[in-house]
Structure formats: C-alpha cells, structure tokens
C-alpha cells in the first residue's frame, strides 16, 4: 500500500470477503485486523481477492514483517537516489544546451532508466489504477512523464531526419524531473514508516522467547508461548521476567524503566507482581505466571502503540487529498484540448503540441516539492540548533499544541540520584566506613553516595565480611563490629527513638549505623535540569498548559512541580495511565505534545499529536517521537515551536502557488484564449514554467534554513 486510498481499497476488499463481518487497516504498520465467522470465511478466498484488488497479504509466520518494511524502504531510497544522481545531469543539459544534437541524445540517454527504472513505481501503480478504474496523483505522475518522453523520441527522431535540433524542442529534462522530485516525496513518507516499525521491534524485542518452567522439581527451558496462568519459572539474575507474575520465592531488585520510566530498581519480595519484559537486577526468584504472553502488559503496550500509530499514519500531501477530482480533471482537460483543437482546424500538430503543454504544466512536480524540499530546509535549521524532526507533519501539529505532557525523570530532571542532605547523630568520623562499604554496592543510591563522599575521604577501610542485601541495603563487619546501611528494616526498633522514622515519607532514605543504633541519614534528590525552570516559563508565556505525569512517587514529583512552577500534577502512573491521561485531554480538544525519554513513554508519545524525545532516552522512545532533542536541553523545544510557525507558513504558501500555478497556467496551455488574443503555450514555455514553479517553491523554502 503507498497511500491512504490504498488502505481504504484493501479494506473494502476484505470487508466484502464472505465471513468477514470487520475489517480495518492499519496504514503505518500495513496490517489487516479481520472480525470473520469462522464456520464462513476462508483465508484463501480472502488472499485472492485482495490480490484481484492489484495487492498481496502475507500469512507466513516465517516471514519477518519488519525485513520486509525495510526492503521496501531502502528499495525507494535507491531508487530515489539513482533518480537524482540521472535528474541534476539532466537538468544542467536541458538548460545550457537543449539545441544541441549531442545535448538532446545525451538527455534521452539520461532520462530512460530515470523514467522506467525509478519511475517504474509510478507506472505500475497508474496500470493498477486503471485496471481498477481509480485514478490518483501516481496516475498523473506516470502520464506526464510517458507522455513528455514519447513526444521528446519522436521529437528526437524528426530531428535527426530533418538533420536540424533547433525547429522542434524535447523534453526529456521535465519527464525526468517529475519523477524525482515526487520519488523524493514517497522516499520521506516511507522512511517516517519505517521508522515506526523499527521502535515496536525494539519494543517486541523486550519478550523474552523462552523460560525456565518449575515442574516437579525440574527446570525445562520451553517456548514462553506454551506457558500458561498458574505455571511456575524460574527467573536468573539479570534476565528479563518472560511473562508477569507474582514472586513466590525470593526477594530481589527489579529494574522497571520500561514501565515507570524511574532510574530506582524496585524492591520485590513474595507476593509482589513482576512484569514481561522489566529486568531481575537481585537474585534469582521462583514466580507464578497470571497471564498468557499475549495478555501481558508489554503485549498490551504492543498493540496500543501500533492501533495509536495506525491512526497518526503520515497525512497525505495536500496534492494526494485533491487527487480523486484533479487527476481526472486534468486527463479530460487533456482530451477535450486534443478533440477541440483536431475539430477546430484539424491540425494534428498543434493538437499534439497543445495537449502535451496541458500535461507538462499539469505536472505535479511544484506540488510534491512543497513539503519535502521545505520539510529538508526546516531539518537542516533544526539539527544546526540539536533537534532532529522527522516530518512536515509533526511541525504542523507542534505549532496547533496547547497542551505539553513532561514525563519527570530524565526529562525535567537529570535522572540521576544525588545527595541532598547528610545527617549525622554522631560525628562524622563514621564516613570513611560509610563510604568503603558502599563501594561494595551495585546501586544507584551506593554510586551517589560514593560521588558525594569522594573528594574527602583520604583512605578506604577493608573489611573482613560484606554482604549485600537485595531489596535492604548492605551490611559489612570492622574490627569485629557489624555495621548496616540502607532501609530502616536493618535497624531494631529501639534504634530510631530519636528519629522517629519520619523521613520514610519523605522519598529515599539511606540510614547508616549498627542495628542497635542509627549514626545518621541521607536523603536524595532528583535535580532539576538548569534551564527548566526557564523552559515552563516560556511555554507559559506562549499559552501552553504544562502537565507533569510521572511513575515516581507523589512526594518527588510534587516537590519537583513545586520548584518549575506545574500545577497539574499526576504521579505513581503506569505506562496506559500516561496514554488515558492524554486521550482524556485530547477528548476535550486540547492539542497534545508528549515529551519523554523511556520505554514507558513509548505508548503515551504515539498517542499524543506530536511526540518528542530527550536524546540520552531509550531507543524505543526516540523511533517513537516524531522530534528528538540531540543535546537534551528542554529550551530547543521552544526553538522547534517556533520553527514550526515558520515552517507551516511555508509550506502552505508553496502548495497555495503551486496550485494557483496549475490553475492558471491549464486555461493557456489548453489555447481556451488563442481565439481570442493568439495566445498559444508552447511546450517548452510551459516546461520552463514548470521548473520556475518548482524553483520559486525551492526558494521559498530555502527562507528555512536561515
């Protein structure tokens, strides 16, 4: 499929299928969900008649969609690649020396493998189109380049006979340009697609394939889609849990980015719930499978990114959106030309020359530079000033955003635990033991501390017993005495009579001391990033509502809020409660930009209008987003906004004078006012018009790159 009206044909093809009560189709993903009686419907008939419609399906398991998405891909890239490498040769001859034999037989050198081997797409597309009785812009495309080759090697021919090159004019250099420059545009559109498919694979890639399955006693390594709800696992330190479930033994640390978005691992213990695809960092544990692989909740955030992606498919240029009535517009235009002028004066000649003018100026070649050539000026301002956009599109709907979504952790904040404040009961001579101990530790909590204490502590001590306690903290023995540092459950009761164990509620706390008796604490803090304080100020100025929705704990997102001034705050939400917050607000007509930096914004960012990603963030999120931040630095959003004004301006006055071009330039090409005024477009004025239309919408966009 290369266009929405592909995917509307495929639809009804399969809704008409016997059995098939629902069809719908997928765009982006190029994907066919069927509702079909089992006891009426047959695959075979399906796949027939969507190959009768001119397109193919794929039922194979074995084939990978996502080779087959970056086949197709790097095909049009070649293609487009070889159309130019053939196009700017061609266009320098055809201006400098089109009079010339040499010059005209080197042009139809150039343009025949640029027509028939890059173009191919097109022509194959206009048959099917034809075949089917639809006609689109590829229709258009094929017919203006056929038709301006074919006249151009007759031309040639003539000339070469008649021994002169200067009395008729070729056309090879429009054929060829045609092609070109719309291949440039189908290039863009199939990159932003696959694109797509590149971060759900790295999402599907999460799955483990297999597990360890607890029977009888035994472990046998078994495809995780044989697993079912109420079956035991068996899950290795550093592996990704295969299905969720609930720890039945063991305690142990979790990383759970993918789903909270939050540097901290989680303590896990019995009877807590672990999910696919999250990280054991602690011990191996024994769990208890809840759902089938299919119903897991990285299943879940699968399917919810590629229905969102289906319905955010790539908008079709305003060219494409026209195309069901200016198509066949301009062939009938072409016709009535060809019959008037052969009933007016029966002049085969001037029929011929008349006709061929109408579909050279009816080209679409200024259309299709409209939003590709001012999407690359706007790319290359963007990525001077670190921000990388992926389409014309995205800069439309960023510059309509009243709403910005921030995930907390790594995008308003550095992600990165530091220490806030360090309290000590007793002196402070404790701290080189504080400090050697939590050198032992794997923790981000441990590597803060060790960060803070470094540039004081002059010696290490060495211990003669260190163990660390997943989910608890560390305990290590010195000169016979036992020393522990981490939660307050290392600690007797009595040993917080003087703290009271208030700070639990206030966010991480690392307590240090023997289990008798609490020495000191130390709290952490998520430090805001330097220039966010200024970067809400801004959107606030430009009447943008800001939205802070995190998966870290109220009192830490609060307290960040408090600080950048966000009054709408949503903490503690899993990554479908980010994507409800924003279908909610988009419910009440607001615009949504979602700016995050994991796997757990993933689902979030596909479902808001426009999605942006921090540079540093996960793969996932940056194939996601539509723009990503290469430096991280929250102010190139506003520089983006702001380029998206410009750009919107732009591409609109392009495809308002590209269309207004064609509007006024058919009449005269046609000979409507030659009765009247003489007035008769020659094909090569209307070909030279032609490239003044597409270099005045180049020019324009140039304006961009300023």
Request: proline share 4%.
């Amino acid at each position: 499929m290369s266009c929405a009206a592909c995917a509307s044909s495929v639809e009804s093809t399969a809704i008409s299928t016997n059995g098939v009560k629902e069809a719908r189709v997928n765009f982006a993903t190029h994907q066919l969900w069927i509702t079909y009686d089992p006891n009426k419907f047959s695959a075979d008939e399906l796949k027939k008649n969507i190959q009768a419609a001119g397109y193919d399906i794929i039922w194979d398991e074995q084939v990978d969609p996502f080779e087959i998405r970056r086949q197709e891909y790097f095909r049009l890239l070649r293609q487009t690649l070889v159309a130019f490498a053939l196009a700017v040769p061609l266009m320098l001859v055809g201006m400098l020396w089109m009079h010339e034999g040499w010059a005209q037989w080197l042009s139809a050198v150039l343009a025949t493998p640029l027509v028939f081997y890059s173009g191919w797409i097109f022509h194959a597309k206009a048959l099917k189109g034809l075949k089917h009785q639809t006609l689109g812009m590829d229709t258009l495309v094929s017919m203006s380049s056929l038709v301006a080759y074919t006249y151009s090697v007759i031309v040639l021919f003539l000339n070469i006979q008649s021994n002169t090159y200067h009395s008729v004019h070729v056309y090879f250099e429009p054929a060829g340009m045609i092609i070109a420059f719309i291949l440039l545009g189908k290039t863009l559109e199939e990159r932003a697609r696959y694109k797509a498919s590149v971060s759900l694979r790295n999402l599907i890639q999460l799955q483990e394939p297999y597990a360890m399955l607890v029977k009888e006693g035994m472990h046998e390594r078994v495809p995780v889609a044989l697993i079912q709800p109420g079956d035991k696992i068996f899950v290795s330190t550093g592996t990704n849990f295969p299905l969720d479930g609930v720890i039945l033994e063991g305690t142990t640390l979790v990383d759970e980015s993918m789903i909270t978005g939050e540097y901290m691992p989680m303590d896990k213990k019995s009877g807590d719930r672990v999910f696919a695809g999250t990280r054991n960092q602690g011990v191996s544990v024994v769990i208890e499978v809840l759902h089938p692989i299919n119903e897991t909740l990285l299943a879940g955030m699968v399917q919810r990114i590629q229905e969102a992606q289906g319905t955010k498919a790539p908008a079709q240029q305003l060219a494409d959106k026209v195309s069901a009535v200016f198509v066949p517009i301009i062939i009938l235009i072409a016709l009535v030309t060809f019959w008037g002028w052969m009933l007016w004066d029966g002049s085969l000649h001037r029929a011929i020359f008349s006709t061929v003018a109408v579909l050279i100026i009816a080209c679409p070649c200024a259309m299709g530079l409209a939003t590709p050539v001012a999407v690359v000026a706007a790319i290359g301002n963007a990525s001077k000033n670190g921000v990388l956009v992926k389409n014309a599109e995205a800069l439309d709907r960023l510059n309509k955003v009243d709403h910005i979504v921030m995930d907390k952790t790594g995008t308003l904040t550095l992600g990165q635990p530091q220490v806030a404040e360090v309290k000590w009961i007793v002196d402070n001579s404790y701290q080189e033991i504080l400090y050697s101990m939590e050198l032992h530790a794997d923790h981000p909590l441990a590597r803060a501390i060790v960060s803070h204490f470094n540039s004081n502590i002059k010696k290490t001590i060495e211990f003669s017993e260190v163990v660390i306690l997943p989910g608890e903290g560390i305990k290590a023995v010195y000169n016979e005495i036992t020393y522990v540092a981490g939660k307050s459950t290392l600690f007797q009761p009595e040993a917080f009579r003087v703290i009271q164990g208030e700070l639990d509620a206030k966010g991480s706390v690392v307590y240090f001391g023997v289990p008798q008796q609490v020495f000191g604490w130390i709290t952490f803090e998520d430090q805001v990033k330097p220039e966010a304080v200024e970067f809400i100020q801004q959107l606030h100025k430009k009447q943008i509502t800001v939205v802070m929705a995190t998966g870290d704990h109220e009192f830490e997102a609060l307290s960040v809020a408090k600080h950048l001034g966000i009054k709408h705050v949503y903490a503690g939400l899993l990554p479908q409660q980010k994507a409800a917050l924003i279908e909610s607000l988009q419910k009440q007509g607001a615009v949504v930009a979602m700016v995050g930096d994991g796997i757990n914004d993933a689902e979030s960012m596909t479902m808001a209008d426009v999605s942006i990603a921090m540079g540093h963030g996960s793969d996932v999120a940056r194939d996601v987003a539509d723009i990503t931040l290469i430096k991280n630095n929250l102010l190139k959003i506003i520089k983006a906004i702001d380029l998206s004004k410009k750009t919107t301006h732009i591409i609109r006055q392009n495809l308002f004078w590209a269309f207004g071009y064609n509007v006024a330039a058919i009449p005269i090409a046609a000979g409507v006012f030659y009765p009247i005024t003489g007035w008769q477009l020659n094909p090569m004025i209307a070909a030279a018009a032609m490239a003044l239309s597409s270099i005045s919408v180049v020019l324009n966009s140039l304006r961009l790159r300023a």
